[in-house]
Each structure stands twice: as C-alpha cells, then as structure tokens.
C-alpha cells in the first residue's frame, strides 16, 4: 500500500472514530424542529388555502349535507382558492383544482375534486382512503383564472386504529 494511500486511510479512521464517540460521550441528542403547514400558498393575487382532515372529525351534519362517509379510514381534501381585494377580505373564486397523492410505496392517484358551493363561496373536496400511519404526500394545485398554478407538496400520516 502506497504512502499516500496509508495517510489517506489513517484519517478516515480517525474522522470514523470521532464522529462515532470514541471517547465514551453519548452523541448530543438532535431536537426535531416543528413543523408548521401554513395551510395556504399564495401567488400575485390569489391564494390556495387547504385543509386535510380526517373523515370522522367532521361533524355529522356537515359530512352527510356533502355526501361524505365519516370514517376513520378516510380523508377529506378541502382547497379553497381566493382572490385578494385592496380593502376588503379574499373573496373565493372559481379556480381548476386538481391533486395527486402518493402512498410510501410510490403508489400514485390522482384526487377527485368536485365543487361546494354555500353561501356564495366555492371550495373543492375530494376524499380518499388511507392506511394506519402510512405517509401520504399530496400534491395540490390550483389555477385560477388569468393567474398561475399555485403548487402545494404535503405529507401527513394518519391515526386509524379504532379507540
């Protein structure tokens, strides 16, 4: 073995050594930052608000006036985009929304979204089934008209165990 080689390797080892504690000191334990979804995205002057529940959080009245099945192994998808006004609040607008989501596995679908209309408002639900604690990464997007797609990647995991 060259010399350049020996050299080369004695500094790995010791990089390998330190790194792993050699002196008997546990690693300093990471802390994990929290996560915070906004829960919107915002381009010019629309924005893409969103929302992903559990199917069995929503109130009956509301999950039987929309169709949905409140179950705990299912999801509700809910994607409001909205037009900002100078001195007023955003007022929703009509907007194609379309999304996929992705289980672990890299299984893909597309999500189905159809359109609520009450009180004047307009927002866009789509359901779907999930698995006990497996991720699922969404990805939402939504036009509105004379505005560009407003994009928005999520993963979630959901609690499904019966309680």
Same mark, same amino acid.
Request: charged share 20%; net charge negative; aromatic share 6%.
């Given at each position: /073995?060259?010399?350049?080689? +020996?050299?080369? !390797?004695?500094?790995? %080892? %010791?990089?390998? =050594?330190?790194?792993?504690?050699?002196?008997? /000191?546990? $690693?300093? $334990?990471?802390?994990?930052?929290?996560?915070?979804?906004?829960?919107?995205?915002?381009?010019?002057?629309?924005? /893409?608000?969103?929302?992903?529940?559990?199917?069995?959080? !929503?109130?009956?009245? =509301?999950?039987?006036?929309?169709?949905?099945?409140?179950?705990?192994?299912?999801?509700?998808?809910?994607?409001?985009?909205? +037009?900002?006004?100078?001195?007023?609040?955003?007022?929703?607008?009509?907007?194609? =929304?379309?999304?996929?989501?992705?289980? @672990?596995?890299?299984?893909?679908?597309? @999500?189905?979204?159809?359109?609520?209309?009450?009180?004047?408002? *307009?927002?866009?639900? %789509?359901? !779907?089934?999930?698995?006990?604690?497996?991720?699922?990464?969404?990805? !939402?997007?939504?036009?509105?008209?004379?505005?560009?797609? /407003?994009?928005?990647? *999520?993963?979630?995991?959901?609690?499904?165990?019966?309680?």
């Amino acid at each position: /073995m060259n010399c350049a080689r +020996r050299a080369l !390797l004695a500094v790995l %080892a %010791a990089a390998l =050594v330190t790194g792993c504690g050699g002196n008997d /000191m546990p $690693p300093a $334990p990471v802390t994990a930052r929290l996560f915070e979804d906004p829960g919107f995205v915002a381009s010019g002057d629309h924005e /893409m608000r969103y929302g992903i529940v559990p199917a069995s959080e !929503l109130p009956v009245e =509301v999950a039987t006036s929309y169709g949905i099945n409140r179950s705990k192994d299912r999801v509700v998808v809910n994607v409001s985009v909205l +037009r900002r006004q100078a001195d007023a609040l955003p007022r929703p607008i009509e907007a194609e =929304v379309e999304g996929d989501w992705q289980t @672990l596995v890299g299984e893909t679908q597309s @999500l189905v979204f159809r359109p609520v209309l009450e009180g004047g408002a *307009i927002s866009y639900i %789509a359901e !779907l089934p999930v698995a006990n604690r497996g991720p699922i990464t969404f990805e !939402l997007r939504a036009r509105p008209p004379q505005g560009v797609v /407003m994009t928005a990647r *999520i993963t979630r995991e959901f609690d499904t165990t019966p309680r």
